[in-house]
T-cell receptor
Framework: EAGVTQFPSHSVIEKGQTVTLRCDPI?????LYWYRRVMGKEIKFLLH????????ESGMPNNRFLAERTGGTYSTLKVQPAELEDSGVYFC????????????FGPGTRLLVL | QQQVKQSPQSLIVQKGGISIINCAYE??????FPWYQQFPGKGPALLIA?????SEKKEGRFTISFNKSAKQFSLHIMDSQPGDSATYFC????????????FGTGTSLTVIP
């Protein structure tokens, strides 16, 4: 079974630019989550999709962040315009809809905003 | 504010020793407590998890000890090996699938040969 994949693995952009991160969850996982870790801090929840619907977006920092999951498969997280404080590692995770609580994480996208 | 507090930030242990990482939480609604292990360049991977109906769970060299009254839980790695060198995150959630995880800040473990 293929794991959660994320693209790109690294991104370096300038302040004010736009970046789009992509996550492909494990096949059959209806739950998809985005988390972020700023250096030295905790991994922090951003939002949660159930299939194509946003279930909980309480962790989204502001309206510069837009997440989508069209068709309930892969998801994108767009940051526009990027600010210095957006730098960090963005993780995507997925899980089954019922039963197993395990969230399976992707390798993350390391974003650096200069 | 941070829902789960983790210590120490870093830990150096000799091969064969015991590594202990501690976490504390405030929200009594949490009822699922996983530990994740992360190697450089990889994503966090579930190591072991516990629910508060038991005080201890052991899987191989890894043990979670859980103290519900103190709202604390810890990870013990027995006979630590250099291959255990990684970052460890504790987490907590309300337990049923679909709820967000609240993570600690992570502990960087180095096991010296």
């Amino acid at each position: 079974e293929a794991g959660v994949t994320q693209f790109p693995s690294h991104s370096v952009i300038e302040k004010g630019q736009t970046v789009t991160l992509r996550c492909d969850p494990i096949s059959g996982h209806d739950n998809l989550y985005w988390y972020r870790r700023v250096m030295g801090k905790e991994i922090k929840f951003l939002l949660h999709f159930v299939k194509e619907s946003k279930q909980d977006e309480s962790g989204m920092p502001n309206n510069r962040f837009l997440a989508e999951r069209t068709g309930g498969t892969y998801s994108t997280l767009k940051v526009q315009p990027a600010e210095l404080e957006d730098s960090g590692v963005y993780f995507c995770a997925s899980s089954h809809l019922t039963g197993d609580e395990t969230q399976y994480f992707g390798p993350g996208t390391r974003l650096l905003v200069l | 504010q941070q829902q789960v507090k983790q210590s120490p930030q870093s830990l150096i242990v000799q091969k064969g020793g015991i590594s202990i990482i501690n976490c504390a939480y405030e929200n009594t609604a949490f009822d699922y407590f996983p530990w994740y292990q992360q190697f450089p360049g990889k994503g966090p991977a579930l190591l072991i998890a516990i629910r508060p109906d038991v005080s201890e769970k052991k899987e191989g060299r890894f043990t979670i000890s859980f103290n519900k009254s103190a709202k604390q839980f810890s990870l013990h790695i027995m006979d630590s090996q250099p291959g255990d060198s990684a970052t460890y995150f504790c987490a907590a959630s309300r337990g049923y699938t679909g709820n967000q995880f609240y993570f600690g800040t992570g502990t960087s473990l180095t096991v010296i040969p």
